[in-house]
C-alpha cells in the first residue's frame, strides 16, 4: 500500500488501500515544488490494501519474485543516495514466475511501528515511502516562559511566553515589559526560527531559517509600557520538533524577540519552544 | 533653502503615499468585487502599510489617514456581508492578526473589531477591552494617536453604555467608561511624548505639531461626556479622578492646559458645581507655566453663564459655597504662581468678580473683598505699565457698574477708589469715563455731598491733571469729550433739600476750580446753571424757611457764583465769563437782589471794556449786554441809567458802521420796556433811532465812496422796522412823517442807477411793505393809524 515507484516500470503496477477512499489526504511538497496529495497514515495503525501488476500491451513480465517493502528512511541531501533504513518490513506476494495478464495480491502491515514523522527539511528528509503524521497527547506540563533580560543602563525588558510548548495550531499569548529604555527603538519583531541538524559528531551540519517574522510593536516605548503579544501558528508551515531522530537529525524551534534601534542595531533574545502536534478535533 | 525644500520633500511623499494607497485600493475592491476574502485582506493590509510612513507631519499624514479611513469604510462593509455569508466573524477576527506588520494588522483588527461587536456574538466588552489592548503595540506618537483615534471613531456608537444596544450586565457604563478612560490615556502619553521625539531644534516645530493633533486626544473627552449612564456620580468618582490623575501625571504644560480646558467645556455645568472642589484642587498641582489664570476664567465664566441662565440653579451655587471654593483656588493659584504676569492675577480677579456678580448680586462684600485682594496683589509696584493688565482693570472695575447700573452702589465699595491709585494716567481716565458713562446712561442722580465728593475722587483723572508732564500726545477731540461728560455729570447732580444742594455745589466748585485752565471753560457753565436752578428753587420756596439763618440763601450762592466766574478770568474765557455774568444778573433779577444784579453786570463791563477787543466779540456782546440789560427790572432810575448809558456809549464805539448801527438802534429798546410804564421815555427811544439813522447814512456814504455799492439799504429798512414798533407801540415821538419820509428814502435808494440789487433787501422791503398793507386791512384803530401811510 505505500510503495508509489519501487518497481521498474515494463508493466503498470497499482496499489489501493483498503480503506482508501475515506482515509484522510494530506498535501506533500515534492523536490520539484509541486504538491501532492498522499494518504496520511499514523504509528501502530494497519496499513492493508492490494496490489496489481499489469504487463505493457500484453507483454509477459517475467519476475524473481513479487514482495512488497515497507520502509522507514532518512535521506541526507549532502550525502545524496545513501539511505538510512530505520525501518523494513517485506511481504513475500508471489514465487518467481512470469505474468501474462493483470494480476492482484492482496496485502497487509498490521500495527505497523512507525515512531518518526514524515519530515521535509533543509537537509533531511525522512519519509516513509508513505506519508506518517503522529499525534501527541497535550503535554502534561507546560510552562510559561518568563525572563528578565537587559543590557546594563540601556535597555531591560521582561517578557513572557503563555507556555514553552505550542501545538502547530496554536496561539502565543505573551508580553514585553519595559523596564528600563535609553536607547531609541524603532520597532520589535517576534521570529520564529527553526534549527535543523543532521549528522553526527564532526559532520554535524546545522541550518537555522526564519519561519516567521512578526512586528510587534511601532515605535520607541518608554519605562513601563507593556506590549502585548498575540501570534497566531496555523499560517506559518511548521513541524512538529524532533530530538535526535535515529541519531541522524534534530529539529528545534526557536521564538527570537528581536528589537531594532533607529541606527539599526539589533538586540535580541532566542528561546526554545517545542512545537508538537496535536490530535485533530474533528 | 531647507524649509521649502522640506516642504516640497513632504508633498512628493505624500503623492507617493496617496498613490501607492490607491493602488491596493484598487486591488482591494476588485477583490471585494469578487469576493476574494484573502486578496481583500492582502491588499487591505498592504494599503494600510503606507501609513507605517514616518516622513509625513501630522498635518499631511492626516490627509493619508483619511483616505485609509475611507476605504477601510468600504472594508467594514464587506466584512460585514462576509459574516452574512457564512464567515464567522471570530474567524475573521483571528485571520486579519496574520498580517505581520502592525500597523495595518490593527486597522484591520479595529475594523473587524466594530462588526464583532455589531454582530453581538461577543460582549462588546470584551471586544473593546482586547482592541484597546491591543493597540499598545504602536508606541510611535503620531501612528499611534491616529490609530486609537480610529479606534475611538469606529467604536464610538457601539460602547455598551445604558440603554445601548450594546449595553451588557450591571456594570456596562463601567465597561464603557474603562474603554473610553483607557485609550484617553493612551493617547495622551503618546501626545505628551511626541515632544520628545527628534532634535531639540525643531522643538518649536514640533510643538505646532502636537498642538494640531491636540483634537484628537480631546475627542475621547468628548466621547465621555456623551455616555449617557454617566450620572454625577459616576463623573465625580470615576471619570474626573481618572481624568485628573491623567492630566497631572504627564507633567505636560501643552496638555495640562488643554486638557483642563476640554473637561471644563465638554462636561455640563452642574457637573461641574458639584465638583468644583476635585476640580479646582487639581489646579495647584499643574506644571507652572499652564495658564492656569485663562483656565479659571473659562471655568468661571462657564458657570457665571450657567448661574445667569435660571434662578433655579443659584440655591446650589449657595449649597457647595462656589465663591468661596473659587477665591481660595485663586488664591492659592496667585501665591504658587509667583512669576505670574500681573494681567493673569487681574485676569483672574475680573473673572471671580463677573462670576460673584452672577451669582451673589447681593454680596457687595465679596465684590469688595475681590477687589481688595486683587489691590493686596499691586500694591507695592508702583503704577501700572502693562496695557493689557490696565484693560483688564477696567473691565474688573467696569464690571460693578454695569451689573448694578448704579454708582451709588460703587461708591459703598471701599476697595473700589484704592484701585484707582494704580491705574496709569490714561486708564484713569479710561476708567472714569466708564463711571461717567454708566451714570449718564442710567440717569443715576446723585444726591449727597458725600457722595459726590467721593465720585469726583474716584473720577478725578478727568478732573485735573494727574501729574505734571502735559502729554505730548494730547488730543483735542478726546479731551473736549472727556469735559463735555463731565459737564453732563455735574448738570445730573440734584437734591430737593437746598441745603444738601449748596453742599454738592461747593464741593463740585472745589474739585473743578483746581481743573485747570483748559477744564474750566466745560466745567463752570453746568455748575453756573445748576446752581442757578438752585437759586431758582429757593425762590419758589417760602421765604421763611430760606430766611437768612440759612445757609441757602440766594445771597450767598450768588457770592458763590461770582467766585466760579472769575476763576474763568484766569484761562482766559471772557466771552464765556460775560455770558454766565449776564445769566447770573438776570437771575438776581429775579430774586430782587438790586444790588448783586449791579455787581454782575458791572462785571460784565468790566470784562467787556478790558478783556474783549475782538470785533465781533464785541458785536456779539454788546447785544447780550442789551438784551439782558432790557429785561431787567429791579434796578434804581440811577443804576438803570448808569448802565444804559454805558451800553449806549459802547454800542456808539464799535468798529464797524452797520455794527454801531445796529447796536445803536438796539439800545432804543433800553428805553421803552413794556409793562413798565416808568420806563418809557420816548423821546430818548427817537433820539436812539435818529442816531442809528445818521449813522446807517455814514455808512452808506462810505461805502459808495469806496466801493461804489452799498449794503445800507439794509440798514434802513431795518431801522424802519424799528419805528413801525415803536409807532405801533404807541410812542408818540414817532410820527407817520418820519416813517414816511424813511419809506420814501428807501425807495430812492433802491431805484438808485449806483445801487446793485440786493434780492435780500429787496424781499425784507417788500414783506415790511406788506405789514403795513396788512395793518391797514385789519380795520379799527390800527388800521386807521396805519392809513396814512402810502
Not at chain 1, 501532492?36 to 499489469?54: D, H, R, T
Not at chain 1, 503522529?134 to 525572563?147: A, E, G, L, Q, V
Not at chain 1, 524577540?257 to 539599526?264: A, I, M, Q, W
Not at chain 2, 531644534?201 to 468628548?222: I, M, P, Q
Request: charged share 25%; hydrophobic share 40%; net charge negative.
Amino acid at each position: 500500500n505505500y510503495i508509489i515507484g519501487a518497481f521498474k516500470p515494463a508493466c503498470n503496477i497499482s496499489i489501493t488501500f483498503s480503506d482508501g477512499k475515506t482515509r484522510k489526504q494530506v498535501p506533500l511538497k515534492k523536490e520539484n515544488g509541486k504538491t501532492v496529495m498522499v494518504p496520511l497514515f499514523q504509528s501502530q495503525e494497519n496499513i492493508a490494501g492490494k496490489i496489481s501488476v499489469e504487463p505493457v500491451q500484453g507483454k509477459k513480465v517475467e519476475h524473481n519474485g513479487i514482495k512488497i517493502e515497507l520502509l522507514g528512511q532518512i535521506e541526507m541531501y549532502f550525502d545524496r543516495g545513501n539511505f538510512y533504513d530505520f525501518t523494513s518490513l517485506v511481504r513475500e506476494l508471489d514465487v518467481p514466475g512470469e505474468i501474462y495478464e493483470r494480476k492482484t495480491y492482496p496485502f497487509e502491515f498490521s500495527t505497523v511501528e512507525m515512531p518518526y514523522e514524515t519530515y521535509n527539511g533543509v537537509n533531511v528528509r525522512l519519509r516513509y515511502v508513505l506519508k506518517v503524521r503522529n499525534y501527541t497527547p497535550p503535554p502534561s506540563i507546560n510552562t510559561s516562559i518568563k525572563m528578565e533580560v537587559g543590557i546594563e543602563d540601556c535597555l531591560h525588558i521582561e517578557f513572557e511566553y503563555n507556555k514553552s510548548k505550542y501545538h502547530l495550531k496554536d496561539v502565543i499569548i505573551g508580553k514585553i515589559y519595559f523596564l528600563l529604555v535609553r536607547i531609541k527603538i524603532k520597532n520589535m519583531d517576534l521570529e520564529i526560527r527553526r534549527r535543523e541538524s543532521t549528522g553526527s559528531g564532526a559532520n554535524t551540519h546545522v541550518e537555522t531559517e526564519t519561519l516567521a517574522k512578526f512586528e510587534l510593536m511601532d515605535g520607541a516605548p518608554v519605562r513601563g509600557e507593556s506590549i502585548p503579544i498575540r501570534l497566531f501558528l496555523s499560517p506559518y508551515e511548521l513541524t512538529p520538533t524532533h530530538r535526535n531522530i535515529n541519531n541522524k537529525f534534530s529539529v528545534k524551534y526557536y521564538l527570537n524577540l528581536v528589537l531594532v534601534d533607529e541606527e539599526d542595531r539589533r538586540y535580541f533574545k532566542q528561546q526554545e519552544v517545542t512545537i508538537y502536534r496535536l490530535a485533530d478535533t474533528s | 533653502m531647507m524649509i521649502p525644500d522640506g516642504i516640497e520633500d513632504e508633498d512628493k511623499w505624500l503623492t507617493a503615499g496617496i498613490a501607492g494607497l490607491q493602488q491596493n485600493a484598487f486591488y482591494m475592491h476588485r477583490a471585494l468585487d469578487t469576493n476574494n476574502l484573502k486578496d481583500a485582506l492582502k491588499y487591505s493590509a498592504q494599503m494600510l502599510s503606507e501609513l507605517r510612513t514616518s516622513r509625513l507631519s501630522p498635518h499631511k499624514y492626516y490627509e493619508l489617514y483619511m483616505r485609509a479611513f475611507d476605504e477601510l469604510r468600504k472594508l467594514e462593509m464587506f466584512f460585514r456581508e462576509e459574516t452574512k455569508r457564512g464567515c464567522s466573524t471570530i474567524e475573521l477576527y483571528e485571520l486579519v492578526q496574520h498580517a505581520g506588520n502592525i500597523l495595518p494588522r490593527l486597522y484591520l483588527l479595529c475594523t473587524v473589531g466594530s462588526v464583532y461587536i455589531k454582530s453581538k456574538e461577543a460582549p462588546a466588552k470584551d471586544v473593546l477591552k482586547d482592541l484597546v489592548e491591543m493597540c499598545r503595540g504602536i508606541q510611535h506618537p503620531v501612528r499611534g494617536l491616529f490609530l486609537r483615534s480610529y479606534l475611538s471613531q469606529v467604536t464610538k456608537d457601539k460602547l455598551p453604555d445604558i440603554g445601548s444596544e450594546y449595553e451588557g450586565d450591571a456594570d456596562t457604563v463601567m465597561d464603557a467608561l474603562e474603554f473610553v478612560l483607557q485609550n484617553f490615556t493612551e493617547m495622551n502619553k503618546l501626545w505628551v511624548r511626541m515632544q520628545h521625539q527628534g532634535p531639540a531644534r525643531e522643538k518649536d516645530k514640533r510643538e505646532k505639531e502636537r498642538n494640531e493633533l491636540r483634537d484628537l486626544v480631546g475627542k475621547n473627552l468628548h466621547v465621555l461626556s456623551q455616555i449617557e449612564g454617566v450620572d454625577l456620580e459616576m463623573y465625580r468618582d470615576t471619570v474626573l479622578p481618572r481624568v485628573l490623575e491623567q492630566v497631572v501625571n504627564c507633567k505636560d504644560e501643552l496638555a495640562q492646559y488643554y486638557l483642563m480646558d476640554c473637561i471644563i467645556q465638554v462636561f455640563p455645568d452642574e457637573y461641574h458645581l458639584q465638583t468644583l472642589e476635585i476640580l479646582l484642587s487639581a489646579c495647584p498641582q499643574l506644571q507652572p507655566a499652564v495658564d492656569i489664570k485663562t483656565m479659571l476664567s473659562r471655568l468661571m465664566e462657564r458657570l457665571s453663564n450657567y448661574a445667569a441662565s435660571s434662578a433655579e440653579v443659584l440655591p446650589e451655587f449657595f449649597h457647595v459655597e462656589a465663591f468661596a471654593k473659587l477665591s481660595n483656588a485663586i488664591g492659592q493659584v496667585i501665591e504658587a504662581q509667583v512669576d505670574m504676569p500681573i494681567v493673569g492675577a487681574v485676569t483672574l480677579y475680573s473673572s471671580l468678580l463677573t462670576f460673584s456678580l452672577h451669582v451673589h448680586p447681593d454680596r457687595l462684600d465679596y465684590v469688595d473683598q475681590i477687589l481688595g485682594a486683587c489691590v493686596g496683589k499691586l500694591s507695592g509696584k508702583g503704577k501700572l505699565e502693562d496695557s493689557k493688565a490696565t484693560k483688564q482693570i477696567v473691565t474688573l472695575l467696569s464690571a460693578p457698574l454695569e451689573k448694578y447700573n448704579d454708582i451709588e452702589t460703587v461708591l459703598k465699595l471701599s476697595n473700589y477708589p484704592r484701585f484707582m491709585e494704580y491705574l496709569d494716567d490714561g486708564t484713569n481716565k479710561v476708567m472714569a469715563n466708564v463711571i461717567i458713562q454708566s451714570i449718564l446712561k442710567n440717569k443715576t442722580c446723585i444726591s449727597t455731598a458725600d457722595k459726590v465728593e467721593a465720585l469726583f475722587e474716584l473720577i478725578k483723572g478727568l478732573i485735573k491733571d494727574l501729574d505734571e508732564n502735559l502729554d505730548d500726545e494730547f488730543d483735542e477731540e478726546d479731551f473736549n469729550e472727556e469735559q463735555s461728560s463731565v459737564a453732563r455729570l455735574i448738570q445730573m447732580l440734584y437734591n430737593d433739600d437746598p441745603e444738601e444742594m449748596l453742599k454738592i455745589i461747593c464741593t463740585v466748585k472745589k474739585h473743578i476750580l483746581s481743573g485747570g485752565t483748559k477744564r474750566l471753560p466745560f466745567t463752570v457753565p453746568p455748575l453756573i446753571f445748576n446752581s442757578l436752578k438752585l437759586v431758582r428753587n429757593l425762590q419758589g420756596q417760602d421765604e421763611s424757611v430760606s430766611g437768612d439763618e440759612s445757609s441757602a440763601n440766594p445771597k450767598k450762592l450768588f457770592q458763590l457764583l461770582n467766585q466760579t466766574i472769575e476763576a474763568l478770568s484766569t484761562v482766559p474765557a471772557s466771552e464765556l465769563a460775560l455770558r454766565l455774568y449776564l445769566q447770573c444778573a438776570e437771575a438776581a433779577n429775579d430774586s430782587d437782589l438790586e444790588p448783586v444784579a449791579y455787581e454782575f453786570f458791572t462785571q460784565a463791563y468790566i470784562l467787556y471794556e478790558e478783556e474783549i477787543s475782538d470785533s465781533k466779540a464785541q458785536v456779539t456782546a454788546i447785544h447780550l449786554i442789551i438784551g439782558t440789560l432790557q429785561r431787567m427790572h429791579i434796578f434804581g432810575v440811577e443804576n438803570r441809567d448808569t448802565l444804559t448809558h454805558k451800553a449806549t456809549g459802547y454800542s456808539a464805539k464799535l468798529l464797524k458802521k452797520p455794527d454801531q448801527c445796529r447796536a445803536v438802534y438796539a439800545c432804543s429798546h433800553l428805553f421803552w420796556v413794556e409793562d413798565h410804564e416808568n420806563n418809557k421815555d420816548g423821546e430818548r427811544v427817537l433820539f436812539c433811532l435818529k442816531r442809528a439813522l445818521r449813522i446807517a447814512n455814514a455808512a452808506q456814504q462810505m461805502a459808495n465812496a469806496t466801493r461804489g455799492s452799498s449794503g445800507s439799504v439794509m440798514l434802513f429798512i431795518e431801522i424802519l422796522n424799528k419805528y413801525l414798533y415803536f409807532f405801533e407801540k404807541g410812542n408818540s415821538h414817532i410820527t407817520l412823517d418820519s416813517i414816511q419820509g424813511l419809506i420814501e428814502l428807501i425807495t430812492t435808494e433802491m431805484q438808485s442807477e449806483t445801487v446793485t440789487p440786493d434780492p435780500a433787501a429787496d424781499a425784507f422791503f417788500a414783506s415790511t411793505l406788506r405789514y403795513i398793507q396788512f395793518q391797514k386791512d385789519k380795520g379799527g384803530a390800527v388800521a386807521e393809524k396805519y392809513e396814512p401811510i402810502k
